[in-house]
């Protein structure tokens, strides 16, 4: 009864060890595959940081799951990160609100994208030093009606009119 049981036991463990090669196997070439992979989001409508073309020129990277390509300053430096991390670059085309969904969803790995550190966004994602901090200003027309502005202050009656 013993030696049955011992036969019985073997055999059970021979077949769950095949089972769990078989599934391990299966999970280690899917995560093998994401790994291989560093995924981007990005709207890629803002040149010159990026934006949508239709081919790869200039250094243009394929948007996944579109016949579109993606350029700019931020798809070449999403470029040397995966060539730093040994992976191949994906680029998907996000739209500015689902950008942070999309990281914290684990859809993508990274936003590469003109998105200021605001205390709500450091509260769900983790940020980078700024690789490009802009300077903001205001055009106005020489001899027009805010000729002499120099403060954001002297603009206040805009939006008055436009409330």
Request: contains cysteine; proline residues 2%.
């Amino acid at each position: 009864m013993i030696r049955k049981l011992s036969v019985l036991l073997a055999a059970v463990l021979c077949i769950s060890a095949l089972g769990m090669t078989s599934c391990g196997t299966s999970k280690t070439n899917e995560a093998s595959t994401k790994e291989e992979t560093f995924k981007v989001g990005l709207e890629a409508g803002y040149a010159p940081f990026n934006w949508t073309q239709m081919d790869d020129s200039n250094g243009g990277v394929k948007i996944d799951g579109s016949a579109e390509y993606a350029g700019g300053y931020d798809i070449e430096i999403a470029k040397k990160i995966a060539q730093g991390l040994g992976k191949k670059l994906v680029i998907v085309k996000t739209e500015w609100d689902g950008l942070v969904p999309a990281l914290t969803s684990g859809k993508i790995d990274a936003i590469i994208a003109g998105m200021s550190p605001t205390a709500e966004r450091k509260e769900t994602i983790d940020f980078s030093n700024n690789y490009y901090k802009s300077n903001l200003v205001m055009v106005v027309k020489k001899g027009g009606k805010y000729d002499g502005a120099t403060s954001i202050q002297d603009f206040k009656v805009l939006k008055l009119q436009h409330n």
